[in-house]
């Protein structure tokens, strides 16, 4: 089993920076696949993007293409998702996610066993 630990939201504004992270427990985060999600006031979670298991492989949603970023450091247990070029659509609280094996494609929530508590990521115009 795995436990999540979201951090690093803030308000930032327009135009900024902003890395969360994602801290794991458990012996076995290597062997996860990992994602992050947002969800905003009202809207339904939304993929936002996703690694796997060795970091070879990353996908990203539509809107956030070219301006996140997500990596991982399995020595530490960690995920990150670098988020550059913020704006204020891009306000919403961040959850990170686990699996331990894709069957429904990496942006389908139901795909994920694990979720971090979020992280709210405010963006200012």
């Known amino acids: 089993q795995v436990q999540l630990v979201d951090a690093g939201g803030g308000l930032v504004r327009a135009g900024g920076s902003l890395r969360l992270s994602c801290a794991a427990s458990?012996?076995?985060?290597?062997?996860?696949?990992m994602a992050w999600f947002r969800q905003a006031p009202g809207k339904e979670r939304e993929f936002v993007a996703a690694?796997?298991?060795?970091?070879?492989?990353?996908y990203y949603g539509d809107s956030v293409k070219g301006r996140f970023t997500i990596s991982r450091d399995n020595a530490k247990k960690t995920a990150y998702l670098q988020i550059n070029s913020l704006k204020p659509e891009d306000t919403a609280v961040y959850y990170c996610?686990?699996?331990?094996?894709?069957?429904?494609?990496?942006?389908?929530?139901?795909?994920?066993?694990?979720w971090g508590q979020g992280t709210q990521v405010t963006v200012s115009s």
């Open positions: 996610a686990a699996a331990t094996s894709i069957n429904l494609g990496y942006n389908w929530i139901g795909s994920y066993e694990y």
């Open positions: 690694i796997t298991l060795s970091g070879g492989n990353t």
């Open positions: 458990g012996r076995t985060f290597s062997s996860h696949y």
